[in-house]
């Protein structure tokens, strides 16, 4: 049957006379989300969500075709066959929102016991559109289908649209709560967008037909105007895609955003009547094709950009694996070797001592030196292993310290006696002056070990004149401080100079030692959460090496 009254639309769709709106409404939004769901699909067609999101955008296409149908077609039979369909391709985009927001949210399909219940409710809609429930009969004056008055059949799907938003507003809020900061970003634009779609899609349908039911509008045009939701949802899939690259998609959702605005633009072209118009809508359609060609440009550089940078980034974070693991073993390495080496240098230290004190009896004078040589050098080499060991500690996180408070004057003045013997056999003269009672509270061993290095340090570079050791008192620091007169140091040797095997300038000076003292040294003030340092002003003008802890 035929409604006459009405001329008949070419290609299926078009026809003179409905408003070139109802166009503009339907063709762009179709196109753009088909579009980007085609793009998105493409990507990676074995991801979930990509399928939903394609199977999302092909029911919204098949409404909004049979909607077009509807309002331009002028065979009834056909008319209400796309009729029949309408509720059922509402109810699964309202049920296949739910479905996407699940598994975009827990990037994993849903349960067996989730699918039933959406099988449950899309159910009825399916069993009772060949119903008279569903379609009452047909107007050949409107050329209109209707719908049985006394069950309203239509509230039905379109709950489904007000029970979707909920449900994912729900969900949206509960993930939000226990996620990253960078994926609640992520919830939020996407859930804005299909929120947004949601609900200019269901609320812009039922309120068109039940004012218009109502007499309010003398017809359901008004429904038109919800279609651009499922714009502003792709609009925010297309920003997902680009700012946190969602969906494994890069450079083709800006190249789809580019097109459908080229299309969205294109479209008016259809309604436009005045000329003028038709010029500015020309020019504007030429400038988004010439810019949105050099945008895709643009956006495939710094892609491809971005691309080589992670890459690079991948390839330094396993490097750097690989050399934490040799570095661990270098450090299991000297810890081993260390430990063998303490045994045989403590009996060559011993056997060598009791050589000079005549326990095997007289020896020669040339005798007595080259086991001096020979003592000297092994106890360099218990030095350097000390410090090794040492070293393997603090780096593994094995250094034990023995916190109590004690006075730091004292402890310094011990160790500046007893080494004021080794600056005189130098001829150098030890100068000491403290603050009584300069408390501080840690593991006195440690910082004693810490006060012998800095002033044995001194003494070595430092070839006449002598040294000052002193302990001072400063509101809530105690500071210790040795100054000589030997070589000085350059800026560039006082940057340098607590680090791991650091010798400086002094290295030609002194070749017995390991350039792991100052490091230690700094090492286990820092772990007084106290600072050592040292200032000089500059080669041949001597130097002054300080530590300060908290005084108590």
Request: hydrophobic share 45%.
């Amino acid at each position: 049957m035929l409604c006459y009254l009405f001329p008949e639309p070419t290609y299926l769709i078009f026809s003179p006379d409905v408003s070139g709106l109802l166009y503009y409404a339907h063709i762009p939004a179709t196109i753009i989300s088909l579009i980007i769901s085609i793009y998105i699909y493409r990507s990676d067609r074995h991801l979930l969500i990509n399928k939903l999101l394609f199977v999302i955008s092909i029911l919204f296409s098949f409404w909004t075709t049979f909607t077009l149908i509807q309002w331009t077609n002028i065979h009834s039979d056909l008319i209400i066959f796309v009729w029949n369909f309408s509720g059922i391709i509402l109810g699964l985009i309202a049920i296949f929102c739910i479905y996407f927001t699940y598994v975009f949210l827990e990037k994993k399909d849903i349960s067996i016991k989730l699918k039933i219940i959406f099988l449950t409710l899309i159910l009825p809609i399916i069993l009772l559109t060949p119903s008279y429930l569903n379609l009452g009969g047909f107007n050949i004056t409107d050329c209109d289908a209707f719908q049985f008055e006394q069950i309203p059949f239509q509230f039905y799907y379109t709950s489904l649209g007000v029970i979707a938003m909920i449900w994912i507003l729900i969900l949206l809020i509960r993930k939000s709560l226990r996620t990253t900061p960078d994926f609640k970003k992520q919830i939020i634009l996407m859930g804005t967008g299909i929120e947004l779609f949601l609900f200019s899609f269901f609320t812009m349908v039922f309120l068109s037909s039940y004012l218009t039911k109502i007499d309010l509008l003398p017809d359901s045009e008004f429904e038109i105007y919800g279609l651009f939701g499922m714009v502003i949802f792709m609009i925010y899939l297309s920003i997902l895609m680009v700012r946190f690259k969602t969906f494994n998609v890069k450079l083709i959702a800006t190249e789809a955003l580019v097109w459908g605005l080229a299309i969205l633009i294109g479209s008016q072209f259809f309604f436009i009547k005045s000329n003028t118009n038709m010029i500015l809508n020309g020019i504007t359609f030429v400038g988004i094709i010439v810019l949105g060609q050099i945008l895709i440009k643009s956006v495939k550089q710094e892609v491809m950009q971005r691309e080589q940078l992670q890459i690079l980034t991948e390839q330094l974070f396993g490097v750097n694996e690989k050399l934490k693991g040799l570095d661990k073993l270098k450090t299991e390495f000297v810890s081993l070797a260390s430990h063998q080496l303490r045994s045989p240098l403590t009996a060559i230290k011993g056997y060598a001592s009791m050589l000079m004190d005549g326990d095997y009896g007289d020896l020669s004078k040339e005798a007595k030196e080259a086991i001096d040589r020979m003592y000297q050098s092994s106890k360099n080499l218990t030095i350097v292993v000390e410090d090794l060991l040492n070293v393997t500690k603090i780096e593994s996180g094995g250094m034990k310290f023995e916190m109590a408070p004690f006075d730091l004057s004292k402890v310094v003045e011990d160790e500046a006696k007893d080494l004021s013997i080794t600056a005189e056999k130098k001829g150098l003269k030890l100068n000491f002056e403290s603050d009584p009672l300069c408390m501080t509270n840690g593991d006195q061993e440690k910082i004693r070990q810490v006060i012998i290095n800095l002033i044995d340090n001194s003494i070595k570079y430092t070839k006449e004149g002598g040294l000052n050791v002193s302990v001072k008192r400063n509101e809530k620091k105690v500071v210790f401080c040795v100054k000589d007169t030997g070589m000085g140091m350059t800026q560039e040797t006082k940057a340098s100079l607590f680090q791991k095997f650091a010798r400086g300038d002094g290295a030609r000076m002194n070749t017995t030692g390991s350039g792991l003292g100052l490091y230690l040294a700094r090492q286990i003030v820092e772990a007084h959460k106290g600072k050592v340092w040292v200032e000089s002003d500059g080669l041949n003008k001597g130097s002054e090496f300080y530590m300060e802890l908290e005084a108590i």
